[in-house]
């Protein structure tokens, strides 16, 4: 999601892009020249760069995993970008800048409650992330060259993109298409305390906007930014207007695991896309369920503080409200929900 629409920024502005990616991408963009490449193989990563000795950016939005329910491996994450800085370092001199995406787990968003709004400043939190893996390796690896690095740390990325399953809105678009078909309200899934707890979400074409300009400006240099919309919501307000823009009623909270009840609704969703005549999506691929129970199973207050980001130069706000609808017409649009 996050690689895919910054290659979009990047061409829109007149980059040169290349595109690595493990597997040959659902849909590539046209303009990008893309390299098939394991970022845990070294040697392929070396070999891969010898060609492309007029590298002067790396954007680094990969992971070995990603999971919602276990702590993401820590020495192969840290390892395949540490592949990429040694062949970036070994055949690509013109090296200006190196960006790492990061997120909110770095601050404990996972663990229970912490302090919110959450600041690149706190204290980093007892248990380990490869996100401190690879700030420690950027930070170490920096002093004496030329080039400079920062990163992003943006909350629960969300894309108008619609080959691109692991995405919030489109997993509500869903949830409430199988609900009409079974002739239910809208009910909010998640945990009563999470209805009403504060939250924030992060457009990607807003974060892609933000790691073009930190890679460019000066000033952040060697910095971390908190990258959100810039507002931030309750789910008992925004939930309703969410209902509303789907053409449903909102229903009452009932909280269940959404990775257990829509197990069997394979066949409801068959129905939804033969009636309304979408793509054949297969229901595995139509959302993916545990991860709608991770977003609305925190029962605190999720919110970063972009102050900072503010403060350097960065000033694009995005309306979460008006994002939901657009994304919701986008897949429209695409014929993946009615």
């Known amino acids: 999601m996050v690689g895919s629409r910054l290659i979009h920024e990047l061409l829109a502005t007149d980059w040169k892009v290349i595109g690595i990616c493990r597997r040959p991408p659902a849909s590539p963009v046209p303009g ?20 492309h000795a007029d590298i002067t950016h790396v954007f680094y939005a990969g992971r070995h995993q990603h999971v919602t329910t276990a702590p993401e491996p820590i020495e192969i994450n840290v390892a395949m970008l540490r592949n990429v800085l040694d062949a970036a370092e070994e055949h690509a001199p013109a090296l200006r800048h190196v960006h790492a995406v990061h997120g909110g787990k770095v601050y404990g968003s996972t663990l229970g409650p912490y302090k919110t709004p959450a600041k690149e400043t706190d204290p980093r939190v007892s248990t380990d ?11 170490a690896r920096q002093p004496g060259k030329r080039w400079t690095w920062t990163i992003s740390r943006p909350l629960t990325v969300c894309d108008a993109n619609a080959a691109v399953v692991r995405n919030f809105p489109r997993l509500v678009a869903v949830y409430a298409a199988i609900s009409r078909e079974l002739s239910l309200d809208l009910h909010f ?18 974060l892609a906007r933000a790691m073009a300009w930190m890679a460019q ?10 990258v959100t919309n810039g507002d931030h919501f309750r789910w008992v307000h925004l939930w309703p207007a969410l209902a509303d823009a789907l053409g449903m009623r909102a229903g009452v909270p009932r909280p269940v695991r959404l990775g257990e009840v829509m197990a069997d609704k394979g066949p409801v969703w068959d ?14 691929d139509a959302a993916i369920w545990s991860y709608g129970d991770f977003v609305m199973g925190h029962e605190y207050d999720v919110m970063s503080d972009t102050t900072k ?21 986008a897949l429209r649009q695409a014929r993946i929900v009615p």
């Open 217 to 226: 400006a000066p000033n952040c240099a060697n910095q971390i930014f908190n």
């Open 309 to 329: 980001l503010r403060q350097f130069g960065f000033h694009d706000v995005v309306d979460t409200h008006s994002m939901f609808e657009r994304i919701f017409n």
């Open 129 to 139: 992330t490869f996100y401190y893996g690879q700030e420690d390796l950027l930070r």
């Open 189 to 206: 899934p998640g945990k009563a305390l999470a209805y009403a707890s504060l939250y924030q979400t992060t457009e990607a074409r807003q």
């Open 32 to 51: 990008c020249q893309y390299l098939h490449l394991d970022l845990a193989d070294a040697a392929a990563c070396r070999a891969a760069l010898i060609a």
């Open 271 to 284: 129905r939804v896309v033969a009636r309304h005549g979408l793509q054949q999506t297969p229901f595995a």
